[in-house]
Structure formats: C-alpha cells, structure tokens
C-alpha cells in the first residue's frame, strides 16, 4: 500500500509517516505543492493525504489534478481550517474524507483502512480477524458463524478496535471517535469502561477470545496475530 | 432630563425670579412718581392758602377739591417746623359706600405752617390716595400681564430655534445609537451646516474608523492565532500517540503520557472553541435557513443518550412539531449541542433535564448546584464555577455568540435549585 502524505508541517508529516509505516504503509512525503504536484504526475498512490494550507498552492488545486487524471487513488483532505466550507468545497471536488486538525493518527489510520478497502475490493469490505468476521457494509459482526448483536455504539467501538490491532488507543482518541470532541474527559473512562466490558462479555458469551487489553494508564488495546 | 427642557427650565426660573424683582422696582418707581405728583398738588393747596392770606381773605372762604381736606388752625409760634409729608390711613367721614370692615384708606398729608399778621397757623391738607392707588396697582398688573407675554413667547421661540438647531444633533446621535462596531460598515453621518456639528462628525467617524480596524484587527488576531496553534498542538498529540506505541512503557510512564494527553485535548479543545467564536465574530456563518427543530434536537439528545443514562438524569423533551428557526445550520446544531452538553454536565446524579421547544421559544432547564459566581457573568468567557474542572469556559459565550448573530435573545435565571435558559426568537 502506497500513501503519499503532504503536509508542510515537518514534525506533523514525520509523526504520521512514523504511524502508517508501522502499519505497513509505504510511505512518501511531499512538503509543499510544487513537490506534491511532481509525485502525483510520477507515480501512483492508494491513497493521499492532503492539507489544504500548502506553500506554493493550495491542497484543493492537487485534488482537481487527481480527479483531471481520473485516479483512483482515496484522498483524504486533513486541513487545519475546519470550516465548513473548505469541507463542501473538499469534498465536492471529489476527495473521499475530511479530516480537520487536530486528529488522532488512531483516527486517521481507521479512515485510510475504510476508505482503502472501500476502494480496492468494490463494495466487498468484509473484515476477517480469526474467528470474528465483519462485514462492515451491513454492520454485521459473526463469531463463528454466529451473530454477534451490538448497539450502534459497541458496533463502531469493535470496528475502531479492529482497525487499529495490536496499537494502544488513548481514552481520548477512543472517545472522539464514539461521541465526537463534546465529551467530558472525567466521564470517558466511565462510558468506555461501560462499552468495553459489554463488547468483551457479548464476545465471549459467542464463543470468541477477549482480545482487548487494558492498557493501565492510558486506554486500551485489540490484539491480534 | 432633555437638554432642551433643562434649558426651558432654567429659563423659566430665571425669568420668575426677574419678574418678582421687575415687578417690585416697578411698583417701586410707579408709586415714587406718584407720591411726587401728590404732594406737588399738595404744595399747590399750600400755596393757594398763602395766595388767600396774601389777599387778606379767610381761609374758609376758600374752595378746595372735594376729595381734599384742610384744616387751618392758630397754634403759638414756637410750634412752628418745617414742610412735612406723611402717608396716614383713616376713613373719610363722608365714604359710606365701604363698609366697617373696609380698612382705613390711605391719605397723603401735608403738614405746613404758615404766618399771617404774626398768627402762626398750622395747615394740614390731606388728599385721598385710593384712586392713584387704584390707578398704580392696574398699571403694576398691566406691567406683569406684558412682562408675562414676552417672555412666555421667547420661551416657545426659544424652544423652537433649538430644536432647528439641535436637529442635526439629534441625528448623529440616533446613527451612533443604531451604529454596530460588528457589522463591519463605516459610520456615516450626513453633513451639516453647523461648524461645531461638524467637527462633532468629522472626530466621530474618525473615531469609529480606528476603533472599526482595531476591532478588526483584535478579532483577526484571535483566529490567527488560534489558528497557528494547531499545528502545534496536534504535533504534540501525534507524538504522544507514537509514543504510547513504543513496548515496555512502565505503567508508571503511561500515567505521565496519559497526563499529558489529557492536558494537549483539553488545550485543543479550548482552541477549537475559541477558533469557533471568533469565527462566529466574522460571520462566517451566515447561510441562514428555516431550519426544523425537532428533529435537530432529537438527534442532538439521541448524541447525549449515553451520559445522560449514566449519570441516571431524567430527561423531559418536548419540542412542538412547527418550531422552526431561521439561523445557519452549523450555528444552531452548536448552539443546541451546547445548551444540552451544558445541562447534562452541570447537573447533579440522578438530576433532571427539561426541554420545552415552541415556535418563538426554547426553554431549557436542569437541576444544578446554584453558580458561585454573579449571574449576569455566566455567559461570559472562561467563567466557570471553581469546582468544575470540566468544560472549556467558552461554551455559553458561543451560545451567547450564536444567540447575537441570530436575533435569538437568551435569559438566564436560577429558580428553585434548577438552571433555566430562555431563548426566544
């Protein structure tokens, strides 16, 4: 898998390279539009990150350029602007998500893996860890065959889990991602708590293996080989 | 008080007290003249005695005025004196038209002395008043009656040149009332004729023009800067996030990490809103449209469902199927996700929220602890109770902030241990 990520934030850029690399991204990083402009026309991507405050030109022009070339590549918008309108405008030129500074790389990771597989396997998105089987499409969880019934909340928590294995999720990021940035940092723990103990209890009750880890301190962890 | 009926005012005053003060010198003078004429035909009877005596004829052969009385009596030589005028009061033996209870009239009274073949004769003539009296006190009305009329005219004609002249001001004055430092429009104010009227608009619009671009510049300021720190903020939380990663982190470490992370969402946090208000601030938000509020609130309550379950709050929603609100929709989600988050936060375990929504008004209400703080201040920034660690501080002032920009007036008030919002458009 190939991404590219433009960002003109030095630091910002080495963190998320650092962060998809360990998940098994191959990664290239332009720093500026004229760079990120050369690389689009070189070579191709799976998908490309794109801040829109970018020396030399702004990152809304590279995804006219991408969708000019027909590329199938997933863009994803990550602006430190978060107006609605840079949003609309983002999206209406074809980009595929919008993420607005300050995000988790957890976060961002989960959104690059969605939008990959809805890209790459055309609408057959289902997600095989073990003997869990997901098929995100209908929101559906099976254990062994078995189905695994989950409210809304667990369902997006298990899938969020699952799409960071095996990495240590903060409370905070977790807590984003499930109810947005409205939330009261002394009662995440509470709810996650809540959330978890009754994924982990559905799971096993299936027949499946716990596999979410307390990370004491910090948040939680969904291992797997 | 106008400055118009002040001025009217202190006329009026100052008018009275000179028409008291005119009125006395008046009468003053009047009767001065009048006296003078009185005893100068006095001194004429005098005269025409002494013409009688020099003729050898007796002075009861003589003929005076009918309301004249002289009296002519010898007296020893030593008595004699000089000319004296006196004002005596009595009544006239022949005045039958008034009655007892008539006070003595006032006569003037000439008291002389005059020799005639070595007899000293003492010659009083006396001549009733009440007439000149009469005379001087119509002429004193008379004087007040005119005095009256001129300066009540010059008090109209007063009031009428100033209100033409203070028009102008009065002008100026209702622009600047109507004038908004937001709205981003220099003040205009129209020309006139009057010079200090003038130097009036050309120091206001100056004025309002550098006060425009600081204000500007203030609030270009907030959103720059808010906006620089992001990047920051999000390196700092990104190299968390790699951080944690890393094996072998001690529980002890994580704790730290988990600290600062805490510290680098909360800081984002307050960025994020102060980012959103100065942005609220600019209007950029201004794609106004009718917006249904059922369904907004509903699912803005569906977002809450988890806290508000777990913090066991009895939670009362009521909004009428045609309440609609006319504001951007970006606007009125915060606007409405905020008044809830404020409820379920600031509430007590096992508390109660109360929404009621109608067309033209909103009123939410949940139990809470009373504010440590004034009431008035709760919209304002960073105002938050001391024990509440929760929360950036900024999430009324953006309420506050949308409710301006909306024409949507909010009230505040604390009845019967619950907090009451009361928003109507």
Request: hydrophobic fraction near 40%; include cysteine; charge should be negative.
């Amino acid at each position: 898998m190939k991404v590219l990520i433009i960002e003109d934030n030095k630091e910002l850029s080495q963190s998320m390279e650092a962060y998809l690399q360990s998940e098994g991204y191959l990664c290239e990083v332009a720093m500026d539009f004229d760079s990120a402009e050369e690389k689009i026309g070189l070579y191709s991507y799976d998908c490309i990150l794109i801040d829109i405050g970018l020396p030399g030109g702004s990152g809304l022009e590279l995804v006219q350029l991408l969708k000019n070339k027909r590329s199938q590549t997933g863009i994803i918008i990550i602006s430190a602007k978060g107006s609605v309108d840079d949003r609309i405008a983002g999206l209406d030129l074809g980009s595929d998500d919008y993420l607005p500074k300050p995000f988790h790389l957890s976060e961002l990771s989960a959104r690059m893996k969605a939008l990959i597989r809805r890209k790459n396997f055309e609408g057959n998105t289902e997600i095989r860890l073990e003997e869990m089987h997901i098929d995100p499409s209908a929101q559906r969880v099976t254990i062994n065959g078995q189905e695994l019934v989950l409210t809304k909340k667990e369902y997006d928590l298990l899938l969020y889990f699952v799409m960071n294995k095996n990495r240590v999720l903060t409370k905070n990021s977790i807590a984003e991602h499930l109810w947005g940035d409205n939330m009261d940092q002394a009662d995440e723990f509470d709810f996650i708590y809540t959330h978890i103990k009754n994924l982990r209890k559905k799971i096993i009750e299936k027949g499946g293996k716990d596999r979410l880890e307390t990370v004491y301190g910090m948040g939680y962890k969904y291992s797997s080989s | 008080m106008k400055l118009l009926q002040r001025a009217t005012l202190y006329y009026a005053i100052v008018f009275l007290v000179l028409l008291m003060v005119l009125s006395g010198f008046f009468y003053g003078i009047i009767q001065f003249f009048f006296l003078k004429s009185l005893d100068e035909s006095l001194l004429r009877e005098k005269q025409k005695v002494d013409y009688s005596f020099s003729a050898n004829k007796h002075p009861d052969q003589l003929v005076f005025d009918a309301d004249e009385e002289v009296e002519i009596r010898p007296v020893p030589l030593q008595e004699k004196q000089a000319d004296s005028y006196h004002t005596i009061y009595f009544k006239d033996e022949w005045d039958t038209t008034s009655s007892l209870q008539v006070e003595s009239e006032p006569h003037r009274e000439l008291v002389t002395f005059l020799e005639h073949k070595d007899t000293l004769y003492k010659l009083t003539i006396r001549k009733s008043m009440i007439e000149s009296e009469d005379l001087l006190s119509s002429i004193v009305l008379i004087e007040i009656l005119v005095l009256l009329i001129l300066m009540g005219s010059f008090l109209l004609v007063n009031v009428w040149i100033s209100k033409r002249l203070w028009k102008s001001f009065y002008e100026v004055l209702n622009k600047i009332k109507k004038y908004n430092l937001s709205s981003g429009d220099a003040l205009v104010l129209e020309k006139s004729s009057i010079r200090e009227f003038e130097d009036l608009n050309s120091v206001l619009q100056t004025m309002s023009a550098r006060i425009q671009k600081d204000y500007r510049v203030q609030k270009q300021f907030t959103e720059n800067a808010s906006h620089e720190l992001q990047t920051p903020l999000m390196v700092i939380r990104s190299k968390i996030e790699l951080l944690i990663q890393r094996p072998n982190l001690s529980e002890d470490q994580m704790r730290l990490l988990q600290s600062i992370d805490n510290a680098s969402q909360k800081l984002s946090h307050i960025n994020k809103a102060l980012l959103l208000l100065s942005r609220i601030e600019n209007n950029q938000f201004s794609k106004n449209e009718k917006i249904l509020l059922q369904p907004l609130i509903s699912k803005i309550v569906e977002n809450f469902t988890d806290r508000v379950h777990l913090k066991k709050l009895n939670l009362e929603l009521n909004v009428a199927a045609d309440a609609m609100l006319n504001l951007d929709p970006t606007l009125a989600e915060i606007l409405f996700t905020n008044l809830i988050q404020n409820a379920v936060r600031h509430n007590f375990h096992g508390g109660s929220i109360k929404i009621v929504v109608r067309q033209g008004k909103a009123e939410f209400s949940n139990t809470g602890e009373v504010l440590d703080f004034d009431q008035q201040a709760v919209f304002e920034r960073f105002r938050k109770s001391i024990k509440s660690d929760e929360g950036t501080g900024l999430g009324l002032a953006i309420v506050k902030e949308i409710c301006n920009v909306g024409g949507i007036t909010i009230d505040y008030k604390y009845e019967s241990n619950q907090h009451f919002f009361i928003l109507t458009w």
